[in-house]
């Protein structure tokens, strides 16, 4: 296991992205899944919710050569999905303010795995004098073939919500109404 990012971040809109290019669009990144956390639909992205609406938290990146065991109890929220990598991948903020270059194979696919904790804790805007965040996240990247995602474990009415909300998405391809 390699640890590719471990620190804090700052998050606005409760959004924080895996890209090789481009941001992702927010619908076109969920529409066809079950999970509302981690939208992977898009090649070259994910595009990461978090409880926080706006402020600092603690995120961890690893990479792992085959699938880890299974997300340990102190993760209340944990979905799964394919990632499809760019030429180069970074985690970045929230309309591109930073970013972190991951080290990841760009001719490998990858299965990512999602995990939170004190999700939906912090819903009210925060700044760097409130300190971080009560959430914080892990995200896993193992070689595997492309697959549906997965709701694993999902227990606040909060990740409900965005569950919810991306399972009503009408499927990739059609168009959403404004």
């Given at each position: ?40 639909v ?7 919710m ?8 603690r995120?961890t ?10 997300a ?6 944990v979905v799964?999905t ?34 939170a ?5 912090a ?5 760097d ?13 193992w ?36």
């Amino acid at each position: 296991m390699r640890v590719l990012f471990d620190g804090d971040v700052w998050v606005h809109y409760g959004q924080i992205y895996v890209i090789d290019d481009e941001l992702p669009d927010m619908t076109a990144a969920f529409q066809g899944q079950s999970n509302g956390l981690c939208g992977g639909v898009e090649p070259g992205a994910l595009f990461l919710m978090t409880g926080t609406h706006t402020g600092t938290l603690r995120f961890t990146i690893e990479a792992h050569d085959s699938a880890p065991p299974a997300a340990g109890d102190g993760w209340e929220e944990v979905v799964e999905t394919t990632f499809v990598p760019g030429a180069s991948v970074s985690l970045v903020q929230w309309a591109g303010e930073q970013g972190w270059d991951l080290d990841l194979d760009p001719s490998t696919d990858y299965r990512a795995r999602y995990c939170a904790t004190g999700f939906g804790m912090a819903r009210e805007p925060r700044d760097d004098h409130d300190g971080p965040a009560p959430d914080r996240y892990l995200l896993m990247f193992w070689p595997a073939v492309v697959a549906p995602d997965a709701v694993l474990r999902q227990t606040t009415p909060y990740a409900a919500y965005w569950h919810d909300w991306a399972r009503k998405l009408p499927p990739p391809g059609r168009r959403v109404a404004v």
